[in-house]
Each structure stands twice: as C-alpha cells, then as structure tokens.
C-alpha cells in the first residue's frame, strides 16, 4: 500500500563502499515539494508542515541542513523518500537527525515512520528524535529487491497515533548486509527448549487497583522502536488458477471485480495461491479477509499452509459466513527469513450452492518465536445476565457498542479486539484478543494476557455502566444485571498438520499435548524410565567399584602409614552397607544449562511452559522428570 499524500519525493545517492553496499537518502533532494499550509505558531512564527532550519541550527543536519514540521494524520507524510535497491539482499536502514542542542526548539520523541521494503511489506514504528542526535540511529533489519519500488515516510499512515512537538526530515541511510534476514545465531532450535535472562518488569496503569506489572522488554532511551512487520498478500498479486472475476448476482459484492472467487462452479478446482517471503525470522499470526457474500457464502473454504524450513504443511478450512470485512484469524506460525512460505485458499470440498472467496491474507510478525505464549492471540468470554431477545436482531449494533466500551474502559487498543461471536444464554460474547502491534502499532504495546488483565479489572469495576449498553436496546430495568469475564485461553488455529499430527509452532497448548499414541506414549515413558534407572545402576556400580579400589589402597598402605579416613568416605560406607546408592551428588547449580525443555525462571518471555496444564502429560514435564532423576534430586524438587 502506497500513501497517496506525498509531500517530500527525496535524492537517493548510490554510494559502493569497500566493503558494503550503501544508499544515502537526503532531504535535500531535487524533487522536494513543500507544502504551503500552516498548522500551528511556536515561539511567534508560525510553522508549516515543510520548513527548511537556517542559520547554525541548521547546520547540525546531516549535509548541513535539515527540514521541520509538526506532526500530520492520516496518510500524510512529512517527508517520503522513494529509491530502489541496486541488488536484492538484507538491508540495515539507519535514520540521521540533528542535535539540536543550539536550536531553540527541540524534536518529538514519537515521530512516525513506515518503512515499505516491498508492494506487500510494511514496517512501523516510532523513532526517539529527543535522542541521539547527530548519529546514525539503526532502526531495522529488512530485504529489499531490485526493480521493486521501495519508500521510507515519516507518517503514522492509517495508524492511530499521540504525538506532539516537532518532526525532523534528515536523512536515511541502507547498508547492505546479506543476501537475506535470515539470522543463524539466534534461531530457534526447534527441539529444545529457550532459555535466557530474567526481564526487566515493567508496569500497566490500571484503575483503581494501582499499577499491574508487565514483563516487557525494556527499551533503552533514544532507542528506535519498530514492533510492526506485516505483509498484505492481495489476490490480484497471488497466483489464480481456475478462478474468476466476473460478477455472480447471488453476491452483489462481486460486481466490484476486485478479487476473485470460484463463480459457484464445483466441477472443477479453483484456487489463489499467496505467497510469502517472510522478512524476518519469527513467529506470524496468519489472517484472511473475505467480503459479504451473504447466503451463498462458503462456510468451508480449504486453507493450505507451507510454512518454516522444511517446508512444514498444514490444511485445515475458513468459514467465510462469518467475520465478512475483518481479518479471520487462521493460525500463528513459525516462518524463516530466506526461506518463502504460502497459504493457498480454494473450494477443493465446499459445497455445491456456495461461493469460494480468494481475497486477501495478511502475516503479522507477533515476536521471534511461537514458542513465546505472548506471541498467540487469546480468547475471552463476557456474559450480561440480560435476555438475548433484546440484542438478537441488532447483534451487530451491540456487538460493536459492547467492544467499544470496553476499550475504552480498559483503556486497550480497541483494534486489539474483535468480537468472533454474539450468542443466547443470556447474552455471552466471544472477543479475540490479539497482540495489540498487529493493528495498533504506535500505541503502548500490550500483550494477550496483558489486555486480559485489563479488561477484567475493567468489568470487575464498570459492571453497571456495562449493564446500561442494553438501555439503547429496549431493556427498561437492568439492576439485577451482572456482568462476567472468563478467559478461555489460546485461540486455536482452524488447520491442523498433515496425517493429523500436531501442528508445530501452532499454539503453546498444543504443543504441550502428546503427539503419540497411548501405546506410543507408554513406549517413550518407559524408554525414559529405564534410561533413568540404568544410568542410576551405572552409577552405583561405578562407585563400588571406585570404593573397592580405594579399599584395597588403603589396605596396602596402611602396612607402612597410618591412614586418616575421611568422615564423607565413612559415610559412603556407611550407605553402603546399607544398601543405598554411593552416587557422587553434586550440589544443583542454579543455572539455564541445567534446564531441558522447561527454562528457568529467568526468563525474558513466558514460554510454553506457562501455559501448560498440570494435570496432562506434556513434553516439559516428562523432560523434567527425567532432568530431576538424572541428577538424583529428592522427590519434592520434581514434584
């Protein structure tokens, strides 16, 4: 998605170093176009979104000058720099600001900026222009590809943003870096577990309960902050076979011609293949958008997904007479720079009468790892003890009115929610709680759990207020009305793997299942049990043996010294006369080295293990038991 307000179109300068490959982009380029409308009067002057900075302040930008303006909405941008790439390959972009120390103004400290690395790509964030100034500021890591045009805009584009103070338009420098993202040092290893340092805490105001607190990262002052990596795969860029565009009269929205669809014919196989080029390594919430096509919608639609390195494969379906016009949640999965992935959608198994939509799929990067329980969206449950025959013809209505007063309560993104269900039994919705960088990225980040926290202490304090939506619906008397929250956990992914198995890097609660049989199940844990009992009896009897030897020494020597027996080497006896095991102990070192697929509690992220039930088996806690018997701890160290 291009801006369609372009008020800057900067100089891109190739410039080939020795050992890089480097592209300058400065706003004194040939092709500025300075808007003339005023926005706002500081220190007297008055300021317009376009000012070049004279004098010695001036001179503190990058090249000797730089340009001012105050913050614009909507798709407007301060300054867009348009360049293409002179080879494809990974690319650090840098931004340079001056130090305006000898300036008598100072810069915003949220200055918006979207990076398009590609047609589908696009990258936002906020930069710290108060700080580190007069530098190179590294922002991102990102592919770029020759003869694809790419762009760099200082705006919060179609994002929602509070900002205030000054933006500077300087410079912005692309280094190449390697022929793709793909980062070796900091992959994830698939079949062990992550282990690292404790976080740093951070803290969620709330009301009326003080302060919540928040692992989250802790950025460092001046620090760029770019949490959103997203790419919007359009069917007109997918690769369409057997489908059309020509309007059916059973869906009026086909008229437009604007995506593609299968015409209601089941004899053959239609589908729309959108593909992925994932431009960093990590973890992506896959979505699909699908318009209102009514009666005829298919409530089946297959999903085909190849994902990560192998490729790994998973099919499943998407109900498309739902959620028409939002983005439909398919599932979060692990994907590798350098490595394309794909979601293929077709009416492969829809039913004769129904309509196949192929439209968009959009991938959103929700942290390095799916292994990360933040990294899911989740799911929550809010049921008003009013009768549903008063909302069961406005459902839409309420259901927006509902979400909206909720975020505003909870002071969450509302954007972070969507509402997947409105149904009776009372009146019970369903919302998706996503991580709130997938649609509000310049606003503080929240995770799932974080929201959830928010929105229950929300509706633990605002029950009556919540209770007074049904006023506008018909309900005269809702003082018996009582408002409950339940969190129903991970939202689960609609396809599954190949043959049934369990889908890697799906969810963390899936991952704790068992992937085996009941049979196989009972194999792999006595495997682990007879493991853990022959290393024990390996053990003893290396220690008799090395008690036996020391024994004899003794013996010997003792003909000519006198021996001092030390008190631990009595001891041992001692056992094992009793029939205990002499096995060396070694004192358990607090230490992520010692942890197997459950790290410890020094940790950066809630990992899988978080999220597990104690009461079902699960592939931590069987590497746990086998971890605490292999180093002789006592029963209650693994219970």
């Known amino acids: ?14 410039a080939p170093l020795a050992s890089s490959l480097e592209l300058l982009l400065d706003d004194a380029g040939q092709y500025v176009q300075p808007s003339t409308t005023e926005v706002a009067t500081v220190g007297g002057n008055t300021i317009s979104p376009w000012t070049k900075i004279e004098g010695e302040c001036g001179k503190a930008g990058f090249g000797g000058g730089f340009h001012v303006g105050f913050m614009l909405y909507g798709y407007q941008s301060l300054a867009s720099y348009h360049f293409t790439v002179p080879k494809n390959g990974c690319y650090w972009v840098e931004e340079f600001h001056p130090d305006t120390s000898k300036c008598d103004f100072s810069l915003s400290s949220t200055v918006p ?19 580190r100034g007069g530098q190179w500021n590294r922002l991102v890591k990102l592919p770029f590809y020759e003869n694809h045009p790419a762009s760099i805009n200082i705006s919060a584009g179609s994002f929602k943003l509070k900002a205030a103070g000054l933006w500077a338009a300087d410079a912005f420098r692309l280094t190449w870096h390697a022929e793709n993202c793909h980062d070796e040092e900091v992959e994830l290893d698939e079949t062990a577990a992550l282990t690292s340092k404790a976080p740093k805490t951070g803290t969620v105001k ?10 989250t990262k802790v950025k460092r002052k001046g620090e760029a902050n770019m949490p959103l990596i997203q790419a919007l795969v359009d069917d007109a860029d997918s690769k369409v076979r057997g489908a059309t565009v020509e309007p059916v009269w059973q869906c009026p929205a086909t008229t437009s011609g604007t995506f593609h669809h299968d015409g209601l014919q089941k004899d053959r196989i239609s589908e729309a293949t959108f593909h992925f080029d994932p431009p960093q390594d990590g973890c992506y919430v896959i979505e699909e958008r699908h318009p209102e096509c009514h009666m005829v919608a298919s409530a089946n639609t297959k999903v085909h997904v190849n994902y990560g390195k192998a490729p790994l494969q998973a099919v499943g379906t998407v109900d498309q007479t739902a959620n028409a016009g939002q983005w439909t949640f398919i599932a979060s999965l692990q994907f590798y720079a350098g490595y394309p992935g794909k979601v293929t959608l077709s009416n492969e198994g829809t039913k004769p009468g129904t ?12 942290g390095k790892s799916c292994f990360k329980a933040d990294a899911h969206p989740r799911r929550v449950e809010i049921r008003m003890t009013i009768d549903f025959k008063h909302v069961a013809n406005r459902l839409s209505e309420f259901g927006s009115a509902l979400k909206t007063k909720l975020a505003a309560l909870a002071s969450v993104p509302e954007n972070s929610l969507r509402l997947t269900g409105l149904r009776e039994g009372s009146i019970i919705a369903e919302l998706l709680v996503l991580p709130s960088v997938v649609d509000e990225p310049l606003t503080a980040g929240f995770s799932p759990k974080q929201t959830i926290e928010l929105l229950r202490i929300a509706v633990a304090e605002n029950q009556a207020e919540l209770c ?30 190949l043959s049934g198995k369990t889908l890697m890097h799906g969810t963390p609660e899936q991952l704790a299942e068992p992937q085996e049989t009941d049979t196989q199940a009972w194999q792999v844990s006595d495997i682990i049990i007879i493991f853990g009992s022959v290393a024990a009896a390996v053990g003893l009897f290396s220690a008799v043996l090395t008690l036996c030897a020391r024994a004899s020494s003794t013996k010997s020597k003792s003909m000519v010294q006198t021996v001092e ?46 999220e597990m039930s104690a009461s079902s088996p ?3 806690s069987a590497a746990s038991r086998q971890g605490c018997e292999s180093k002789s701890s006592p029963a209650a160290a693994c219970a």
């Open 206 to 215: 709330t009301k009326g309960q003080g302060k919540m607190k928040a692992k």
């Open 355 to 366: 309509l196949a939509v192929f439209d968009q799929v959009r991938f959103t990067r929700t």
């Open 1 to 14: 998605m291009m801006f369609l307000h372009r008020l800057v179109l900067a100089s891109a300068l190739v």
């Open 565 to 610: 027996v030390s008190p631990t080497y009595e001891t041992k006896l001692a056992a094992m006369e009793e029939g205990k095991s002499v096995v060396d102990e070694k004192p358990m070192q607090d230490d992520d080295n010692n942890s197997t697929l459950c790290p410890s509690d020094n940790r950066s992220e809630p990992s899988l293990c978080d």
């Open 468 to 497: 007074t939506l049904t006023e506008d619906f018909g309900v005269l008397y809702w003082q018996g009305c009582n408002v409950e929250f339940k969190d129903l956990g991970f939202a689960m992914p609609t396809i599954e793997a």
């Open 113 to 131: 900026v979207g990076i398009h690395s590609s047609k589908s790509t696009q990258t936002t964030g906020t930069i710290d222009q108060s700080q």
């Open 618 to 620: 699960s592939i931590c």
